[in-house]
């Protein structure tokens, strides 16, 4: 534990959450199952929630006589805004998996674009 | 009775309402108890509830803009020196999470009037399509919610709530005949590109965050991204340079500025044309008043025009937006033969036009971009509108189901000319001013825009030959037998409250054309608030610098001047 708190800085959240982001990034574009889409964007939310929380854990500024935790608060909201965002994405795939039996983004072609 | 309001008035409630400025967000307030009793009625299971849900949905929306109309009129502006009088400028609302300013006043007034008119072009569309369920007018009530707290956001986590809470219902309501597979398609696909978008803008914002150290304030973080650049010498920050093109590339996805316009034309041909209209105007009102913020706050704040080279990027980022936007905008517009995509590569162009008003970096030139918005809002939704109408009657929206419309509907035919050369920008109309006034704005405060201004201009050329061809083919081509078969008698009284939003639009394309310089001192009122100094944050910042330096902690804080200076 020791070992952690004494290595592990700033830089080091970061870089895992930039990475965390571009997989999320990569998979939005690449991935071809509307599920796994919506998974690459729930990733790339969680990137941005490691960054506040990490963010916050470090630069918290003083308030008064207390900790600022505005970041940590935002996190929180990035995760129920999410979490509706993911509901509404899921219903409108249902409906489409409703009629073409498939969730495979290709086959969906009723618009031509 | 007199004194039972009184002292009702001087209650330590009301007392607190007015003392934190709660009651400037009454047209929210309302809008909010608006929705909460329609969800009540529109979950009962008859037509007569539905209707009931539908009529508060109309009234509720009617009182919030009577509302808003008397709070933004309260705030006058002083022609001679700008400034507002009577009240003051920048009131914060929950803790400094909203301030109410000229721009917000403004900017709400016109997206609750944007929503009342959809609202009544919509109820007669949506029944055709045998969909009577009052959830919609629920979902654009909380989508314009949103939108209004999204132009008065002073807050980062605001911001994000406010925008996510615009762009939910927008997805639902994008994919609202969910049968339709059509409609579907276009609500999942506006649901993957806005929460990709989402997602980067939230990347950007985090990392502005941990460049301010840890606020969320617009005003505190102005100044701590201020105090950044007068201390390292570096001027622009990498860092936030990142964060800068992040953020301002995934409100260009919002706005469908080109190259990031691909979802646009699917999205507004598969939706149902209310909601087209919704997302191309009120959508993009409220994005716009997002970027001007943003970038009152967080650029112009930074460095003067002449200085920065990551200021340069960015102004050089808004030059490839804009040309991009106007030149695929209206080079697809011209070969597309369904109107609804030929109004959607339409918006794409006007983005396209608005974006240069944020190539010079100065708030003169974003007074013009209000004003095109506002211009924007009466012809775009009256376009719609008139679409709407003609949709009711033929169930097509192709431009050759129009051919030869003068010879039986002669009003429809007028009103959609109006709004068309009005978008096209032919003078007298609203949208020649708007375009006047921006060209005008940007050229002179950098005449190294000229050619931007030229090849804009070349670009409303381009864009005035697809509009009038759409008139052309109303005036002067063969009726079609679906037009042929339609009667000239008055129209059903279904229609009544379209044609009502279609003569408000003309109003309103014809006076904010007759009366461009007094709309224009009013957005120039609301850009010389914009980035005021703000005391108390500047205040805060210094009583922070002042601990740090006595405790004497950290060596970065040590070394920043001692004392932060109004700009």
Redo the contacts between chains.
Sequence with gaps: MDFLTAHIGLSHYLILAALLFTIGLLGVITSRNVIRVLMSLELMLNAVNINFVAFNNFLAPMYGDHFLFSGQAFAIFILTVSAAEAAVGLAIVIALYRRYSTVDMERFTALNG | MTDWIQAFLHTPFMRFIVVENIHYLLPELILLVTISIGLFQASGRSKQSHDDAWSTALWGSFFAIAVAKVLAFHLHVDPETLTLYSTPVNLPVFYDVIRIDLLYSIVRTFVLGGTFLVLLFSRAYLEKHSSTAAEFPMLVLTASLGASLLAGAND??ML??AL?TL??PS??LA?YF??D??C??????Y??YG??S???I??G???I??LS????QFPMITAKLQLLETTLSGGFQPVLMIAMVMLLGGIAFKLSAAPFH??T??VY??APLPVTAYLSVVSKVAAFALLIRVCANFLFALSPADAGTGIAVLSGLFVVLSVLSMILGNVAALRQNNIKRMMAYSTVAHVGYLLLGFVVFREAALASVLYYLLAYVYMNLGAFAVITLISLQTGRDDIQAYSGLIRKKPFYTLALSIFLLSLAGIPITAGFFAKFFLFQSVIQADSNTLWLIVLALLNSTVSLYYYLNVIRVMVVNEPSDMVQSLTRRVDAPQTLPILLSVVACLIGTLVLGFYADPAMMYTRGAMAQLNQPDPTSIQALNQ?IH?ATMAGDSADVLALPAVVHQR
């Excluded at chain 2, 150290?213 to 969320?216: F, L, V």
């Design positions: 980062l986590i994000f709530v996510e762009g939910i997805f639902i994919g969910r049968n597979a059509k579907a398609e276009a609500g999942l696909k649901l993957l929460g990709a989402t997602a980067v939230l990347f914002i985090s990392l965050y941990g150290g840890g606020y969320t691909q979802w034309p699917d041909e598969g922070e601990m």
